[in-house]
């Protein structure tokens, strides 16, 4: 067996050690250098193909999109939702805060009393 107390075996086997590692360091730049170079070109390549459109980009096609869904004016939108409404309901009319949340929610502030 070793004697882990002689200073000869321990030089050696932290010389041993040293020259292990330097060469793992080495073997392992051989290929780790070139397969990080890959990946790293690879993943750039991704990153570059994949972004996200430009804002201005974004906010054309949106407002493109809303042009072309024909969305209802909100006066437009408030009077048909209203009319709909009393005509759901008839003569079952619901409380006076519950119909005020309502127009509220479809922005018919001009038929309310000003003042509560």
Do not use: C
């Not at 392992?28 to 890959?38: E, W």
């Not at 709909?84 to 619901?94: H, Y």
């Amino acid at each position: 067996m070793l004697n882990p107390k002689d200073p000869l075996v321990n030089t050696v086997f932290f010389g041993v050690l040293v020259v292990l590692a330097i060469w793992a360091i080495i073997v392992g730049g051989f290929f780790a250098v070139p397969i990080l170079l890959i990946a790293g070109l690879a993943k750039g390549i991704h990153w570059y193909s994949n972004r996200p459109p430009p804002t201005n980009e974004l906010l054309a096609q949106t407002q493109q999109r809303s042009v072309a869904a024909n969305f209802p004016e909100t006066d437009d939108f408030m009077e048909a939702y209203v009319k709909r409404f009393f005509d759901a309901v008839r003569d079952d009319l619901p409380t006076y805060q519950i119909y005020r949340t309502m127009a509220f929610v479809t922005e018919a502030r001009p038929w309310l009393p000003a003042t509560l």
